[in-house]
């Protein structure tokens, strides 16, 4: 007992020591940062930019989360296809390497306007996915890149190692926990993905409508089919010609359900659907925005969304 108890303090500065050298790591959105939380958990924890709740197409920083990113080390973000005013805010950040996960090789990516892809060629042919693009802003359009790319957990398994990858070339020290984490996090992942292909499959015969254009990511890697969206991917209110396109989708009788989503006014899509066969279900969360921040957010994130269109496709 007595060699137990003089060992605790050598593990106590042990585990200081490792915090004291981690990097200091920025983080967009809570997606983001709950994969980089996962990589680095026990060494260290990184800075979530957007509160909880705020919207990442529309943000203004903080002069507390200026000072943040102008003492980074590390930047992990999705890129200015999502966050413009990050992009401009970064000028502060002038010694933070940068990290874009959707502009990495062999991240899938997929253009507004795309009726969905063969996710078998995403292993074969990511790099082709990756290829530069413009930064969209706030006016999407077809052709335009969808930044919503953290809904796809094959990029997201990949950004983990990636990842774990950057956080080791700057702290060496602790290479072998933050790759042994990264790893970790995949085979879960994979369990996970596993679980909802299952829990999804009912849902693949059945389009529906979704109040923002974010969701095309998860429907491609699920086999989903997303008939329409009420409001283009940066979520600017539509013009009533699309309304009323959408409300005519809707009265068709080819739209099984219409969701909501967290933390908008879902009185647009209950007129929406009022007096047509579709089914209003549960809000759905793309951006996480209602959720609480940390490691377990990525999970729970793709559980929520595959619950919520499995139970209204069921009638539930």
Not at 157 to 178: F, K, M, Q
Not at 296 to 308: I, K, M, Q, R, S
């Amino acid at each position: 007992m007595r060699q137990t108890l003089a060992a605790l303090p050598l593990l106590f500065l042990a585990g200081t020591t490792a915090a004291a050298n981690a990097p200091i790591v920025v983080t967009d959105i809570p997606p983001v940062h709950a994969l980089v939380a996962t990589v680095m958990d026990t060494v260290g924890s990184p800075v979530l930019l957007l509160d909880q709740g705020a919207d990442a197409h529309d943000f203004q920083l903080r002069p507390s989360q200026a000072s943040a990113l102008a003492d980074a080390d590390l930047i992990f973000w999705i890129g200015p296809e999502l966050t413009p005013w990050l992009e401009r805010a970064r000028a502060v950040a002038d010694e933070a390497a940068s990290v874009p996960l959707l502009h990495l090789p062999a991240t899938y990516r997929r253009a507004y306007g795309d009726d969905g892809h063969d996710h078998d060629a995403h292993e074969a042919s990511g790099a082709d996915h990756a290829a530069d693009a413009e930064p969209a802003g706030h006016d999407h359009a077809d052709g335009d890149i969808d930044p919503h790319a953290w809904l796809d957990p094959a990029n997201a398994a990949l950004w983990l190692g990636r990842i774990a990858d950057e956080l080791s070339a700057r702290d060496p020290g602790n290479a072998v926990t933050y790759r042994a984490n990264a790893s970790l996090a995949q085979t879960r992942l994979l369990a996970l993905e596993t679980d909802l292909q299952e829990k999804l499959t009912p849902a693949r015969s059945a389009p529906i409508v979704v109040a923002h254009d974010s969701l095309g990511y998860f429907a491609d890697h699920f086999g989903l089919t997303v008939a329409g969206a009420v409001a283009e991917g940066d979520a600017a209110d539509p013009g009533a010609a699309h309304l009323s396109a959408m409300r005519a989708l809707l009265q068709s009788g080819d739209v099984v359900c219409i969701f909501p989503e967290a933390q908008t006014n879902p009185q647009r899509i209950t007129a929406l659907a009022e007096g047509t066969p579709a089914r209003i279900g549960a809000a759905l969360d793309p951006e996480a925005r209602a959720l609480t921040p940390g490691p377990a957010l990525y999970p729970v994130l793709l559980t929520e969304l595959a619950d919520a269109i499995a139970d209204c496709i069921a009638g539930r």
